[in-house]
């Protein structure tokens, strides 16, 4: 359990550096200054271009794609991940009855095995999905209900939600960093981590 903690904490550590300034330095490669040039969405102050590990070094457009397209799914499954760990947290769990325990972590232990063969077999079917999805003409990297055949990124409105929904996702994966740290190391879950000692 320990252990467990000590990986979240770095993990939530080494992500803080996504925060501290951006270098001045210039990248070498010119696939990637282009991208960050033709690309409008995701770049978005105060971070400016995020990239805290600096894997965007050297890699081409289609890898840059895959990418923004990684960073996307992992921020919408942190939001639905923070939302999903409150509510089990005030005691709601709708399809038991709410006989689970409050504590996610400890919910998840009690889960039986034919819930975690729907939880895997439904996170099978959306990704089989996506993939489906991401087969069709004019695909735009997240995209996974078409709005790139009706708006385009000159629409300031369009590039605007895109870049509150990866500044939320990003914030999401953070803050889901934390609250996994605060239960396996203190206990703490829901509104217990505002509690005073």
């Known amino acids: 359990m320990k252990f467990v903690s000590l990986i979240a904490g770095s993990a939530l550590v080494a992500s803080a550096s996504a925060f ?18 033709d690309t409008v969405v995701g770049i978005t102050p105060p971070v400016g271009f995020f990239d805290p590990l600096g894997l965007s070094s050297g890699q081409s457009d289609s890898t840059m794609q895959l990418y923004r397209e990684a960073e ?10 923070c939302l999903g760990w409150y509510i089990t947290a005030s005691g709601v769990h709708p399809a038991f009855n709410s006989a689970l325990s409050s504590n996610p ?58 870049n509150r929904e990866i500044n939320n996702g990003r914030l999401a994966m953070l803050a889901f960093m934390g609250i996994l740290v605060q239960d396996l190391q203190f206990g703490s879950y829901g509104d217990q981590i505002f509690r005073s000692a």
Request: glycine content about 10%; hydrophobic content about 45%.
């Open 20 to 37: 501290a300034p951006a270098s001045s330095q210039t990248r070498s490669t010119s696939s990637v200054q282009a991208w960050k040039d």
């Open 105 to 162: 972590l400890e919910a998840a232990k009690e889960l039986a095995p034919v819930g975690w063969l729907q939880f895997v077999l439904g996170c099978g079917a959306i990704e089989w999905l996506a993939q489906q999805i991401k087969t069709r003409p004019g695909y735009q990297a997240g995209d996974l209900l078409g709005a790139a055949y009706w708006v385009d990124d000159s629409d300031e409105g369009w590039v605007d939600y895109q």
């Open 72 to 81: 996307l799914k992992h921020g919408r499954v942190a939001m639905a991940a």
